[in-house]
T-cell receptor, first 114, second 113 residues
Framework: DTEVTQTPKHLVMGMTNKKSLKCEQHMGHRAMYWYKQKAKKPPELMFV???????INESVPSRFSPECPNSSLLNLHLHALQPEDSALYLC?????????????FGPGTRLLVL | QKEVEQDPGPLSVPEGAIVSLNCTYSNSAFQYFMWYRQYSRKGPELLMY????GNKEDGRFTAQVDKSSKYISLFIRDSQPSDSATYLCAMSAKETSGSRLTFGEGTQLTVNP
């Protein structure tokens, strides 16, 4: 099973709202990722958790706050977002193998900020 | 100059055609190469991966890597309308804490019945 699940599928929020995106995998992978994807562009890496520790933070604004409660779950907490943050947010997971690894993506959460 | 260059297309071919998708890269540290397929409004789906120069075949798909030329290709034989999607090449270098994928811009492919 190579499935990564994400909830919700769609989210509309105002600029003053607080919401969370959730991601789950049951492949035993120990690295999990958040990406942001704008239309007709490739995914852009936001955060990487490796063995439940934040290992990469790509200078993402603090209005995005990641959390990794355990090895299967990854959350992205959203607060005071801007309309330009509207995008497809993708979660991925992999088993760390010093770069020789494959990332499996979830279906994404389509976020609209009004 | 971008680390990974990929012709964005769009590319339109008739059903049954052989499709060639290509990426070039400049970073010699890249050693692991992947192709993802992404349907509209969906997440990327891993198609193929390899870390050695040469060819790797899986059904109608063949991935080719030439590290000396820093060039990778994906060939699709007997293309089908269901192959219509955006194809992303991705590559990574050796790291110890999860991998950082560098993507090409993606090539939008349409296979016409």
């Amino acid at each position: 099973d190579t499935e990564v699940t994400q909830t919700p599928k769609h989210l509309v929020m105002g600029m003053t709202n607080k919401k969370s995106l959730k991601c789950e995998q049951h492949m035993g992978h120990r690295a999990m990722y958040w990406y942001k994807q704008k239309a007709k562009k490739p995914p852009e890496l936001m955060f990487v958790y490796s063995y439940e520790k934040l290992s990469i933070n790509e200078s993402v604004p603090s209005r995005f706050s990641p959390e990794c409660p355990n090895s299967s779950l990854l959350n992205l907490h959203l607060h005071a977002l801007q309309p330009e943050d509207s995008a497809l947010y993708l979660c991925a997971s992999s088993q760390p193998r010093e770069g020789r690894e494959t990332q499996y993506f979830g279906p994404g959460t389509r976020l609209l900020v009004l | 100059q971008k680390e990974v260059e990929q012709d964005p297309g769009p590319l339109s071919v008739p059903e049954g055609a052989i499709v060639s998708l290509n990426c070039t890269y400049s970073n010699s540290a890249f050693q692991y190469f992947m192709w993802y397929r992404q349907y509209s409004r969906k997440g990327p789906e891993l198609l193929m991966y390899t870390y050695s120069s040469g060819n790797k075949e899986d059904g109608r798909f063949t991935a080719q890597v030439d590290k000396s030329s820093k060039y990778i290709s994906l060939f699709i034989r007997d293309s089908q309308p269901s192959d219509s999607a955006t194809y992303l090449c991705a590559m990574s270098a050796k790291e110890t804490s999860g991998s950082r994928l560098t993507f090409g811009e993606g090539t939008q492919l349409t296979v016409n019945p």
